[in-house]
């Protein structure tokens, strides 16, 4: 049963592989096989809980493509702390590649989405010291705007995404399908997208993932405006010597 605890994300990847199929992300899938899951994690939340998913594939034997967000509200991939962390997830084996808003191209020419898109991938793989070579689209549900980037592989491309292979996603915390490892299964080749926020290592509730997040975002600001306050205090004290 998939309740989004590790304990049965690790039992997932352990029947995919059972099943005799290779995990691999979007970087090795020319040398899977005829028989593979492409495992994608969208981070949209938490650069911590996706070194945490990056542990476990790790643990698992699994390697995936953690897509990064450069205009997260909820983290910054670019500070020392974020650049560190994905280093990190690229040490276990794992690919980094970018995760794209599409939010104001409508008022971009073909060009300047070309060069944007280009951008990000440049300024993440050099902050990184990594090459960025896939990317994925950032909810492109909500988006009229459907792009394509030659220069780059797409994990919404026909032919790893429902046209030419199955695909399978946990957004919203919900799976379209009741038999995860049964869809799987189905064929041959599969895509499987997840997002680190919702697995946690005990069983919890949406709203209270929301809620821990929540309080560790808080936290963070707070621990740093105070820091702030502290080094304002301090150099006025020193003014008054």
């Not at 280093?87 to 070309?114: A, N």
Request: glycine share 4%; net charge negative.
């Amino acid at each position: 049963m998939i309740d989004f605890t590790h304990r049965s994300y690790l039992e997932l990847l352990k029947d995919m592989k059972d099943s005799g199929r290779k995990i691999v992300s979007f970087r090795d899938i020319q040398n899977a096989g005829d028989a593979f899951v492409i495992l994608r994690h969208d981070v949209d939340f938490s650069l911590q809980k996706a070194l945490d998913m990056a542990r476990l594939d790790n643990e698992a034997g699994a390697t995936s493509t953690f897509f990064i967000l450069l205009t997260a509200p909820y983290y910054n991939p670019l500070t020392e702390e974020g650049i560190k962390t994905i280093q990190e997830i690229v040490s276990l084996g794992h690919e980094c590649g970018l995760h794209y808003d599409c939010t104001g191209f409508e008022l971009l020419t073909e060009e300047q989405r070309q060069r944007r898109v280009k951008a990000l991938a440049e300024l993440l793989g050099d902050a990184a010291g990594i090459t960025i070579r896939s990317i994925a689209q950032h909810k492109p549900a909500k988006s009229s705007i459907r792009q394509q980037f030659p220069s780059f592989t797409d994990a919404y491309d026909d032919q790893y995404f429902i046209k030419d292979m199955p695909y399978i996603s946990d957004s919203r915390r919900i799976f379209q399908h009741n038999d995860v490892p049964g869809f799987i299964k189905q064929s041959n080749k599969c895509q499987l997208l997840t997002h680190p926020v919702w697995w946690t290592r005990e069983r919890m509730s949406r709203a209270e993932v929301f809620r821990e997040l929540n309080a560790d975002i808080s936290d963070a600001i707070n621990i740093n405006l105070v820091m702030e306050e502290k080094s304002i205090e301090d150099q006025l004290a020193q003014r008054k010597k």
